[in-house]
């Protein structure tokens, strides 16, 4: 017996044991294959929108965990200073485009993200009055 043989017997245990199992007949397994579910429709019937209005930048996180849930946010930067909006911003597009969602410019500082899961449909004018932008291209 070879060196490999030896080594392979010592660790391989070649006691097998061996089940007999009977196939189920087809009609019983045309009624457990009736109730399958797909999960990702279970999900897309439960989407929502979340409505966010920070502060600070601190609330990015909170924001993007909303996003990562496969939830839609709508963010409303209106109360933060114009630095750190930017910065929310630039935090929740790379958030975004890791989960192949989308964020879209609402008003002149609203944004709505979204999850791939969510399909937004429509366009919003990109004609703002205030000098504030926080454009994307």
Known sequence: MS???KIKN???DE?????????ESDSIQQEKSSNV?????????TSKVVLCEPTSYNEAQEIADHIINRRAVI???QRMDHHQAKRIIDFLSGTVY?????????GMET???TPE???VSGSISGQFENGNDFSFE
């Open 111 to 113: 944004f709505l993200c």
């Open 98 to 106: 890791a989960l192949r969602g989308d964020i879209q410019k609402l």
């Open 75 to 77: 963010i409303n930067l």
């Open 10 to 12: 010592f660790f391989v």
């Open 117 to 119: 899961n969510i399909d």
């Open 3 to 5: 060196l490999k043989n």
């Open 15 to 23: 006691e097998y044991e061996y089940e007999y199992v009977e196939e």
């Open 37 to 45: 579910v797909s999960l990702k429709s279970l999900h897309q019937n």
